[in-house]
């Protein structure tokens, strides 16, 4: 789900923010930076930006439509009230 390349970019900036002492850690972190980016971040229930592009423009559509058929019920309704009255 999410792009590996970002994650090691992550965690390479997380990891070049160590004091230069602790450099002999650096590679270590980093690998741990990424391990608990990884778990964290697969354990959120998410989804990508085209995916979320794609179900927005669904529920678009789809309120439009509930729109028009909400219209057409209330002239439908007016109509039946029209014939009761006659």
Known sequence: MFD???IDDIANRLASAI???LSNLKEDLEK???AVLQGALGKL???T???F???KMVLAKTRSKLE???KRV???EGTALNKEEL
């Open 4 to 6: 590996p390349k970002a």
């Open 19 to 21: 004091p230069p002492g």
């Open 32 to 34: 741990t930076f990424q």
């Open 45 to 47: 229930d998410l989804v």
């Open 49 to 51: 930006r085209e995916e």
């Open 53 to 55: 592009e794609v179900q």
């Open 68 to 70: 028009d058929l909400e």
């Open 74 to 76: 209330s002239a439908m």
